[in-house]
């Protein structure tokens, strides 16, 4: 796997011999269970895989190499939305004069005919809508030569090209406001019909219009803005495949591809399954497998909480929560700040979408056991800070 040049005050000497030793004994990283250790009377367990993805230091080495390049000449430097989904990472960018264009659900926060050929433009991880390509390419910004697109998110539009090419319509299994599933969106519909669900029983209401062919204008208020121009149900849903999100839960997107093709099998039950369903189960990005697959194998531990480190933002570390708040108490934090002292931690609800304070969340026994993962866009150094503060509260 390659290695990215990317600054020092992201890592973590700590986490970087965690990691280390790891690696050296489970070269084929085949080996899910979590890896303990003993800091300040605290038993921790931390996953086999968390923190910085391929994709994520492939965006932060790009942003960073763009600033080294032109600090000393008159160019103005943009992110078109935040690079990632993490305020640590895009606050260190600001502060290296990069601003942003647009905030993470669209809104406009610099006019685009305010740039001209001495602004330098860098695409964001997630990617971004051939619309947006296009207005910042009329204005004559440098957009082609810094595209910092995770090559996995590029990985899902080339499969959805390849399957337009086929005669197969694309489904996405992604979150509709998330930057990446609509460029994802604009970038499949390009070529083929598209179609975005969210989760296994959008999965289903769309298995009762394909089992159906209902032309009534109950799928098209029910998905608005949410399928491509022209959609047409009744000719459009006879052949599909299924992409995803990459941050998607893994299991979910498996579980909605095998649905769907007992669904297009069943109504097509004398033709061959490829004749109306594409297996496209590689366009699961592996990083969001083995940090989930770490996670759930981690959960076989007893513990007394669970903390998991990720922007609140962050569709892959709210998955990663959901995972383990099935097994227990679990905190999402986005950083060593969130624990204000060994009886109040603030932490984000993905149930409600709003930070809420808990008491008394670190047990009162000497030696407490918690688990730790973080997300893809995670620093190791906030990891480190996360776990030096609970050994703090510890000895208050």
């Not at 697109?149 to 090419?165: D, I, M, R």
Request: glycine share 4%.
């Amino acid at each position: 796997m390659r290695q990215f040049d990317i600054p020092s005050f992201y890592k973590s000497d700590y986490i970087n011999a965690i990691k280390n030793k790891r690696n050296a004994t489970d070269k084929l990283k085949k080996d899910f269970t979590p890896t303990f250790f003993e800091k300040g009377g605290v038993h921790f367990y931390i996953a086999r895989f968390f923190g910085f993805c391929y994709g994520v230091e492939n965006a932060i080495e790009i942003a960073c190499k763009v600033v080294d390049e032109y600090k000393n000449q008159n160019k103005k430097i943009y992110l078109l939305s935040e690079i990632i989904h993490n305020d640590f990472v895009n606050t260190m960018l600001y502060d290296q004069g990069i601003r942003f264009l647009y905030d993470t659900i669209g809104n406009s926060l610099i006019p685009l005919d305010t740039l001209d050929d001495h602004a330098v433009v860098i695409i964001p991880a997630f990617g971004t809508t051939v619309a947006v390509q296009n207005k910042i390419k009329e204005r004559g910004a440098l957009i082609k030569q810094y595209d910092a697109t995770c090559p996995f998110v590029k990985k899902v539009w080339n499969k959805g090209e390849q399957l337009s090419a086929k005669g197969y319509t694309t489904i996405v299994h992604g979150k509709w406001h998330h930057e990446e599933t609509k460029a994802t969106f604009s970038q499949i519909s390009q070529h083929t019909p598209v179609l975005v669900i969210e989760n296994l029983k959008e999965a289903q209401l769309l298995a009762s219009y394909i089992v159906t062919s209902n032309t009534n204008t109950d799928f098209y208020d029910y998905f608005n803005n949410r399928y491509s121009a022209h959609f047409d149900i009744k000719k459009d849903l006879n052949k599909i495949g299924v992409v995803n999100q990459t941050t998607q839960l893994a299991s979910e997107t498996k579980k909605i591809i095998a649905y769907l093709k007992d669904v297009m099998h069943k109504k097509f039950p004398h033709d061959p399954v490829a004749d109306h369903f594409a297996d496209t189960k590689d366009t699961l990005c592996y990083a969001t497998n083995d940090n989930q697959n770490a996670l759930i194998a981690m959960l076989d531990t007893p513990a007394d909480l669970a903390i998991i480190i990720g922007g609140f933002k962050s569709s892959n570390t709210s998955h990663l929560v959901e995972l383990c708040e099935e097994k227990l108490q679990t905190y999402y934090i986005d950083g060593a700040d969130c624990i204000q002292d060994k009886s109040r931690i603030q932490h984000f609800s993905i149930h409600t979408k709003a930070v809420q304070e808990s008491c008394n969340w670190l047990p009162a026994h000497k030696h407490p056991t918690i688990l730790l993962s973080s997300g893809a866009s995670t620093p190791d150094i906030l990891v480190e800070e996360v776990i030096d503060k609970i050994v703090a509260c510890i000895d208050q």
